[in-house]
């Protein structure tokens, strides 16, 4: 019986076939779950800066819808993968959260006017508020909500690449 010889050590690992570990391969993006529930977070802040916005200032700012849209689109792209139902579902998730913008950022107009707090009209009169917001809204507020939505629609996409 014969035992199998080992081959010479020359110095160096590579050759003598001690390869090091590749490292772990990323975890897999493609989480649509994941993708939506970081998109709703997306949401739920970046509406109540844009309400804040719109309140300090009183006026509504394009660019800030088009920052409330590309925030959810980019965390439902990064986190959710390229998944094709991402984009769409950031995209009306941009539409929620520039509309409830623009109604916390009447909310907090009215406020300045009206006897009641900011959440008292969010919360106690939200009919009197958005009949208020609909007698407002005018071809710019449907075009902040447009835009909103197409940057969260690109945003999705691009970062999911």
């Known amino acids: 019986m014969s035992q199998p ?10 050759a003598d076939g001690a390869y090091p570990q590749a490292p772990a391969p990323a975890p897999a993006r493609d989480n649509v779950v994941l993708g939506i529930v970081a998109a709703f977070a997306a949401a739920v802040v970046t509406a109540g800066i844009y309400g804040a916005i719109i309140g300090a200032t009183e006026y509504q700012i394009g660019f800030a819808a088009v920052g409330v849209g590309y925030l959810i689109g980019f965390a439902a792209g990064k986190v959710g993968g390229s998944n094709p139902a991402l984009p769409v579902v950031g995209a009306i998730l941009s539409l929620g959260a520039v509309y409830l913008g623009q109604l916390l950022g009447f909310a907090i107009a009215l406020s300045d006017v009206l006897p009641v707090t900011v959440t008292e009209m969010f919360f106690q009169e939200f009919s009197v508020l958005t009949t208020g917001w609909k007698e407002e809204a005018g071809p710019m507020t449907f075009l902040f909500l447009a835009i909103g939505a197409f940057a969260a629609f690109s945003a999705a996409k691009k970062s999911a690449a």
Request: aromatic share 10%; proline share 40%.
């Open 5 to 14: 010889v080992p081959p010479p050590q020359s110095g160096n690992p590579f």
